[in-house]
């Protein structure tokens, strides 16, 4: 039997290991393997993207829910300081309605105020993310080099060196 194995690296950072394997002896050629280790830099740089995409997005799903949270909670707030405000001067008279409804347009305006810079955080977290997302072309570029580099390697080494990436049983 035959069985190749090759390592998922990415940028250095070693993400898993492929294999392929046939029930015959030697079956695979120089070709073969030339192909495979071609294959596995691919598949390390798909793998390495996901994961990357996957973290970005999972990141700005959790700022958004946290702003969101954040601002429903100062929302209700300031609605509730502003209804015990407008209860408490109506007790004490027509005088303290004119205070009472003068700290709710200041309640309000406070609350505006923090809803303002909370919509700012969410549009400095989108922009990460898509500096995140511009990334990407960048490091499937460098890992296309590399492939380049490993290929060259490989074009250039003699018949009898073995590869240290694959092995071949």
């Keep these: ?8 690296i990415v940028g250095g950072r070693l993400i898993g290991v492929m294999s392929i394997q046939s ?5 695979y050629s120089e ?16 793998l390495d ?3 990357a995409y996957a973290l970005a997005e999972h990141a700005r ?7 969101q949270k954040r601002m429903e909670a100062e ?3 300031e609605v509730l300081e502003a209804q015990q405000a407008l209860a408490q001067a109506r007790r004490e008279g027509e005088e303290s309605v004119a205070q009472a409804r003068q700290k709710a347009a200041e309640d309000t305006a406070r609350a505006l105020e923090q809803w303002q810079a909370a919509q700012e955080k969410l549009t400095e977290a989108e922009t990460e993310l898509a500096e995140v997302q511009a990334e990407a072309p ?32």
């Design 23 to 27: 029930i015959r002896a030697h079956a």
């Design 49 to 51: 993207n996901a994961s």
């Design 31 to 46: 070709r073969e393997r030339a192909i495979f280790r071609t294959l596995c830099a691919y598949a390390a740089i798909a």
């Design 138 to 169: 960048k490091r499937i570029a460098e890992a296309e080099q590399q492939l380049a580099e490993a290929r060259l390697a490989a074009a250039k080494a003699t018949p009898e060196a073995s590869d240290p990436a694959p092995y071949t049983h």
């Design 61 to 67: 799903q959790d700022a958004d829910l946290a702003l």
């Design 75 to 77: 929302a209700a707030r």
């Design 1 to 8: 039997s035959s069985l190749l194995f090759a390592p998922l």
